[in-house]
């Protein structure tokens, strides 16, 4: 990787600041209130190398929660604890948080050593083997340091020194993302966010967003440990000089990330686990305080698959926050009591934008456990897989899974290719739903259209706003279009001018059918053309209700009998195609011909005549040029 980030953790007073001087030169306690009270209270940075940053975080209970802003994109632990104090509330909670949020890397600083003897130091050592048992922490090395005298600084930055080059856990393919734990102003220099970067990489001059809000930024300059570079990518200690933002919109917590790409949520699913030592148990709707890259925000607990979750263990969880972040699927996160505030548990993010759960359905269990996976193609299945009733596409994924287009492309082939979902489109605009989901919808589609053909045999289809309506309601309409066009290239299905049908369905006459079908085609066709029909004149005549009629009258449409001209009057095939000589017969010695004339020729009257040529401009045998119609002639 570019750079490996070390965290300090431990008490207050052991030393963290001290001892990070004594590696670095660096005194990272900035402030004046710092300077004052001893004790830091924001964030330090300090430089090692061109390889390694060392942030150093507060030990102070209050301030836990600058220290989880601190670590939570740390690569490497550095544990401090006071020789002469050993393990302290401090120490422990710290020590909780670090495993919370998935280090696994790190060493132990026994400082203060000049302060005591030997043999106590030793029980200490023994004590620290106990208390780090289970933890990432338990086979570290455990180095004797002073950071007054300097006695072993140089045995632990030798130790520190052998988690350089470490296999990166940063998406450098995919979306830019970049936690923000500081931002403040440079004179003559402008704003500087400073962070972590998480995924992705970019250049000077890159549009960013600035999330949550509605703040776009333009990137002027970038830094890596106090040097300008030209790019920065995932696993960069960096800091960027943005433009288009004033210091009052931009705080810690805020996220810059690749422009139009990321969302804001205020609804997680999690796997949450409580720590060993929790005091409390949780309940539904249990407010805690949710700490997840650099932010904090309160959110209520809903549990899925219990009601109450005891200390030490886990369970699948939904977070609603009452202030909406920008987090992605993987992301760890800790909680903590909403008062007396105190780190209680945490875990991971499974799915940073899920529809509002209050349980989890058995059927959804094996999705939740395939979101929980390592591997992308299983996690994208899970999700895919949990909301099979919806379409999701590749850019959608990108964003939630941080990871490129090309790498969510390839999952989702490799998923097609075995049969868990569907795909649809052209990348970057693939769009894929769950293989069940979709042949349950096919299938939903072919009974109700089978059931439409049995309630309305005089329907030659149903109208595709019909079908939707029908549907479950939780089924996006354009699933439900893209599976009713997957029918369509089967031939399942066919769509035409009067709606939606089986493939092969024909309208079914009964007795009384037929006898209507035959009196509406006659009256119809002995309609002179001064006299032409609508629905309504029909009803009249065959004293019989408007709306039943219109269903025979589409049918006999259908069956190519009548014709609906575009004002709604009503005409014979055979009576059409009279008129349509006519009209051509004309064209044979004139190059133009108005209503008028037309009315004139066919010896009618002025409404039929419009309705007739707008029905032959329809066929594109005509063009209207002004008040008169010209004959379009076929292309050889």
Not at 367 to 387: C, M, Q, R, T
Not at 500 to 525: P, Q, S, W
Request: charge should be negative.
């Amino acid at each position: 990787m570019t750079h490996t980030v070390i965290g300090t953790a431990g008490h207050i007073d052991h030393g963290k600041t001290s001892l990070v001087k004594a590696l670095t030169g660096v005194d990272t306690d900035r402030l004046p209130e710092e300077k004052e009270r001893g004790i830091t209270i924001e964030l330090g940075f300090a430089v090692v190398d061109a390889h390694t940053t060392i942030i150093d975080v507060p030990g102070h209970e209050r301030f836990v929660k600058t220290m989880v802003a601190g670590v939570t994109s740390v690569d490497v632990a550095l544990l401090v604890v006071a020789a002469d104090d050993g393990i302290m509330p401090q120490s422990k909670e710290h020590l909780d948080i670090l495993n919370l949020l998935g280090v696994q890397r790190g060493v132990i600083a026994l400082n203060k050593i000049d302060l005591v003897e030997s043999d106590w130091a030793d029980l200490i050592e023994d004590d620290l083997r106990i208390f780090t048992q289970g933890s990432f922490l338990e086979n570290s090395a455990i180095i004797r340091v002073s950071a007054n005298t300097g006695e072993g600084i140089k045995e632990l930055a030798e130790e520190l020194n052998k988690f350089k080059n470490l296999e990166s856990r940063f998406q450098t393919d995919g979306p830019f993302r970049m936690p923000i734990d500081r931002f403040f102003s440079v004179k003559g220099f402008g704003s500087v966010a400073t962070g972590t970067v998480l995924s992705g990489k970019i250049e000077n001059g890159t549009s960013l967003d600035v999330l949550p809000g509605s703040s776009s930024v333009r990137v002027r300059n970038l830094q890596v440990h106090s040097k300008q570079v030209d790019v920065i990518s995932a696993g960069d200690r960096a800091a960027i000089n943005i433009a288009g933002v004033d210091l009052d919109e931009v705080k810690r917590g805020n996220v810059l990330s690749e422009y139009g790409v990321f969302k804001t949520t205020q609804l997680l699913d999690v796997r949450l686990k409580l720590v060993e030592s929790c005091p409390v148990e949780l309940s539904q709707r249990s407010r805690v305080r949710l700490h997840v890259g650099t932010v904090e925000v309160l959110a209520r607990i809903q549990l899925l698959e219990c009601d109450i979750l005891i200390a030490g263990s886990s369970a699948w969880a939904q977070l609603r926050l009452e202030s909406p972040i920008c987090v992605a699927w993987g992301d760890r996160f800790v909680i903590r009591r909403y008062s007396p505030a105190l780190s209680i548990g945490g875990g991971v993010v499974l799915n940073p934008r899920p529809p509002k759960r209050r349980s989890m359905a058995s059927d959804e269990l094996n999705h939740f456990v395939d979101l929980e996976s390592n591997y992308l193609d299983k996690a994208i299945k899970g999700l895919i897989a949990s909301s099979k009733y919806s379409l999701w596409d590749q850019s959608e994924l990108s964003s939630i899974f941080a990871h490129s287009l090309q790498k969510i492309q390839f999952c989702l082939l490799k998923l097609e290719s075995e049969g868990h979902i569907f795909l649809s489109g052209k990348t970057p605009k693939l769009l894929a739903v769950n293989a069940e989901g979709a042949d349950s919808i096919k299938n939903k589609l072919i009974k109700l259209l089978k059931n439409h053909h049995s309630t309305f045999p005089l329907r030659v289809g149903a109208h595709r706003q019909e079908i939707r309506q029908k549907m479950t309601p939780n089924i996006q309409e354009e699933l439900i279009d893209w599976m009713l066009g997957e029918l369509e290239k089967k031939k399942t299905i066919e769509f035409g001018e009067y709606g939606i049908r089986m493939v092969g369905y024909e309208i079914v006459f009964g007795k009384e059918d037929t006898d209507l079908a035959n009196k509406i085609e006659k009256l119809v066709k002995d309609a002179d053309w001064s006299s032409l029909l609508d629905v309504d004149a029909i009803a009249v005549e065959l004293k019989v209700s408007p709306k039943p009629l219109q269903s025979m009258i589409t049918a006999l449409q259908h069956l190519g009998a009548i014709v609906s001209l575009p004002d709604g009057l009503l005409v014979h095939v055979e009576k059409l195609a009279i008129a349509r000589t006519a009209l051509l017969d004309h064209f044979e010695n004139n190059t133009e011909i108005s209503v008028a004339i037309f009315r004139d020729l066919l010896n009618g009257n002025r409404r039929t005549a419009l309705a007739l040529l707008l029905q032959f401009d329809y066929e594109n045998l005509t063009r209207r040029l002004g008040d008169v119609r010209v004959r379009v002639h076929p292309k050889s």
